[in-house]
């Protein structure tokens, strides 16, 4: 496919950060202008890229296809395995695709940036920088890509992300809109210990509560606490009757929740749950007596 | 006068924006007053550069007076543009259908 030289091509910025992800991660980002008066009918992916070459102009291996023509953005991310040596006199290229363009003349289809020491930043400045460029690129779009805060908008952030993947995740702070991914650990636990003491109930019993719930119009759970309570009332009542004490009557009338789950009567959470409440509510009668 | 003869941004980022509710409601007025609106934005990326000059240099010309005749030798001395461009671009518009 033939494509025209663009009308012009520059370089606006290039800088080097790492520590991003990873300790000793890096990532390259420049902001260019491929100019073409009249757009290309081919999208900038299949024409131009971003190169990275040694200071012999040796290809490192590193590429990426730009996203747009005219005034943008683009970043190379590198792993820490991948790392180059920080520091280093690189240069960035924002160039035709070789198989489209031929020759690759510079200033003509490709442009050449030379980096310094001065271009290679700590990850502390990474929000600022971003922000400064996209207040470069907002001026001249004559789009709005910040708030009134200088945070990225849905826009500003939409292109911003497209040339740096993932960006949301590591400057957070520069978003008007992010979401977060809160850490939780999960659960490795089963019912299965509470499911084979309900099996406890056996098929007779079982079908006596069926019948006493359909007779009702319940379930055998309800009918199964149902009877849990009489157990324990009856049993509390007696031991009230002969001990007149109500903390110790309360005691007494619990255990009628163990021998329930125990039978199948009740599950075991609700058991616990009731000798819970119970519990408090024994201390705070044991107490009364006690103090009150 | 404002320049038109280069293109500042990819005209896919200003389809994008069109086409998304929620990134066109954040837009200031700038690009608007400056192009016409994303639509004519994408329209004019894809014309030579002599049409595109001519077309906002009439509209520039015009001041919202529509319909207010605008010469070749108008457009030539607000553009800089050559009479041969302002020849092609204005024969290019008509056939878009952009000017009479």
Redesign the interface.
């Known amino acids: 496919m033939a494509v025209s030289d663009p009308d012009s091509i520059s370089v606006g910025s290039v800088a080097v950060f790492r520590n991003l992800r990873e300790d000793g991660d890096q990532l390259f980002f420049i902001r260019y202008d491929v100019s073409y008066a009249v757009e290309p009918s081919q999208v900038a992916s299949e024409t131009f890229q971003m190169a990275i070459y040694d200071t012999d102009l040796i290809f490192t291996g590193f590429s990426r296809p730009l996203n747009y023509y005219q005034h943008n953005i683009i970043s190379i991310y590198l792993t820490a395995d991948e790392a180059l040596t920080w520091g280093t006199e690189y240069r960035v290229r924002i160039m035709g695709n070789p198989g489209i363009f031929s020759p690759l003349v510079e200033g003509v289809n490709m442009k050449t940036q030379a980096l310094s020491g001065g271009d290679y930043y700590e990850i502390e400045a990474f929000g600022g920088y971003l922000i400064a460029q996209a207040q470069i690129l907002e001026d001249d779009w004559e789009i709005t890509l910040l708030t009134a805060g200088d945070l990225l908008n849905t826009t500003g952030s939409t292109y911003f992300t497209k040339a740096i993947p993932g960006l949301n995740t590591i400057v957070p702070e520069i978003f008007q809109f992010t979401s977060y991914s809160p850490t939780y650990n999960a659960t490795n636990w089963t019912t299965s210990g509470e499911d084979s003491m309900l099996e406890h109930r056996g098929p007779v019993l079982n079908a006596a509560l069926e019948d006493l719930a359909n007779w009702v119009g319940s379930s055998s759970s309800w009918m199964g606490l149902f009877l849990t309570v009489m157990m324990a009332s009856m049993l509390g009542g007696t031991a009230y009757a002969s001990l007149r004490t109500p903390s110790l009557a309360l005691l007494l009338a619990s255990f009628a929740l163990p021998l329930a789950v125990w039978i199948g009567l009740i599950s075991i959470t609700l058991w616990m749950l009731v000798f819970l409440m119970v519990a408090i509510l024994f201390g705070v009668l044991f107490i009364q007596s006690r103090f009150g | 006068m404002p320049e038109y003869?280069?293109?500042?941004?990819?005209?896919?980022?200003?389809k994008?924006?069109q086409s998304?509710p929620?990134?066109y409601s954040?837009?200031?007025s700038?690009?608007m007053?400056?192009w016409g609106g994303p639509g004519m934005y994408r329209t004019m990326?894809?014309?030579?550069?002599e049409a595109?000059v001519s077309y906002y240099t009439i509209v520039e010309l015009q001041g919202g007076e529509e319909g207010r005749l605008v010469t070749a030798d108008e457009i030539e001395t607000a553009s800089g543009l050559s009479s041969q461009e302002v020849s092609r671009g204005v024969d290019l518009l008509r056939k878009e259908g952009l000017v009479t």
């Open positions: 003869k280069r293109l500042p941004v990819d005209s896919r980022i200003v994008d924006i998304s929620m990134m954040e837009q200031g700038g690009f007053q400056r990326a894809r014309l030579p550069m595109r």
